[in-house]
Structure formats: C-alpha cells, structure tokens
C-alpha cells in the first residue's frame, strides 16, 4: 500500500497558479495517482487521475515525473472558490478493492484576494 | 456525479444506543463504501462491498457492521454507539475497483452523547 505525503496547507491569490505536490516512494507498478478536492460540508470529488507523464483537463494538470515517485496537481488561476482540502491518493485499478486507497489528511489550500 | 443520497443528514444519539445509517444509489454502481472524517485524520475507510451481500474490512471497522441486500443500498450499523463514534460519515461508490473514480454522498453528521 502507497504512502503518500503532502503539505499540510498552503496559501496563495486569485489568479495564481498552484502546484501541490505529492510524494509517494513506493508507488507500485499498476499504481494510479489520483487527485480529489472537498469543500466543507461536502463529500469528496475527483479531480484528476493520471499514470504518468502529463494529464490536463478542464480544471487541472497532473505532473508525474518519470520516476513516478511524486505528483504535482497544478490549478491554474485560482479563485476564491478553488479553497478547499485536496486529497492525494494511490492505487491500482486491477486488484484489492477499497482497501487499497488511503486518503490521509490532505492539503488545506486558501485562496485569498 | 453519481446519484447517491444519505439518511439521515444529521443524528444526535446516546451512548450505548444502535445506529444504522443508510446510503442510497441510483447508478447501479458495483462497489460501495463507507468511511468516517475526524479531524486530523482524514478519510478513514470503515467498511466496503464488492457486490450484493459482499463486504470486507477496512482500516477502522472495529465497533461497525454492514450490510449490503441490494446493488443500490448500502447500510452501516452501530451496534452500541460511542462517543468516539462521532463523526462526520460519507458513502461513496465507484463502477471499478481500486483506483476507480469515487463519487461520494453528502455525508450523515452523527454526534454520539
């Protein structure tokens, strides 16, 4: 099972763009790297997943270096409503079931004005 | 997003007392589960299903039962609330296993007294 490890918060302004980066040393081979983000009071939603290289959709970009020993999610242009817990998470799709995800703590981000 | 519900949103309980907490689908979804945020802990997977009448354990299921009669419900039980069982409690489900995107409810906020 992955351990990951991500900052705990960080701070930043509208129209910045954030990198939070997520490291994960034993990242197995049928491993994905996931992305959520929470708002309070809110359940969990997915950002982004991705298994290496660069990922980019609508919201976000995925960074995985070729080492796939850490990941950076990276918001573009931030605004007051990006703040929000954004959970890092690592598993296979093949095997294990729920188990497999642990989603620790996250990373507080602010966005102020 | 998946249609998933929770009942109740709210609950206030006694030590010592059962609580079942409901979780609904609508997406016909294989997988279910159920976790618990604290703070300072994250997301702690409590139970998960892989199918009708199909559940194991995950990191924190001590103290939890659950049961699953149908694809589209997914109940947990507290046999003999705690105090330590406040909490906040989400449902999630996904299509696949693993890494598979989950698509979490509103969450029940249980406050146990």
């Known amino acids: 099972l992955a351990k990951t490890t991500q900052p705990i918060s960080m701070d930043s302004y509208e129209g910045q763009e954030v990198n939070i980066t997520c490291s994960h040393n034993n990242i197995a081979t049928n491993d994905y790297i996931t992305w959520y983000q929470q708002f309070p009071s809110q359940g969990p939603r997915f950002i982004i997943q991705?298994?290496?290289t660069k990922v980019t959709n609508e919201v976000a970009s995925l960074f995985i270096p070729a080492d796939r020993k850490s990941s950076t999610l990276s918001l573009p242009r931030v605004s007051l409503s990006d703040t929000a817990v954004y959970y890092c998470l690592v598993g296979d799709m093949v095997t294990g079931g729920g188990n497999k995800l642990t989603f620790g703590t996250g990373t507080q981000l602010k966005v102020e004005l | 997003d998946a249609g998933i519900t929770q009942s109740p949103r709210h609950k206030v309980t006694e030590t010592g007392t059962p609580v079942t907490l409901r979780c609904h689908q609508t997406e016909n979804h294989r997988y279910m589960y159920w976790y618990r945020q604290d703070p300072g802990h994250g997301l702690r997977l409590i139970h998960y299903?892989?199918?009708?009448?199909?559940?194991d354990k995950g990191e924190v299921s001590d103290g939890y039962s659950v049961s699953r009669s149908k694809t589209e419900d997914f109940l947990l039980t507290l046999e003999s609330a705690t105090s330590s069982q406040t909490s906040v409690y989400f449902c999630?489900?996904?299509?696949?296993?693993?890494?598979?995107?989950?698509?979490f409810g509103p969450g029940t906020r249980l406050t146990v007294l």
């Open positions: 991705g298994y290496k």
């Open positions: 299903s892989y199918g009708v009448k199909d559940t």
């Open positions: 999630a489900t996904s299509l696949g296993q693993g890494a598979d995107t989950q698509y």
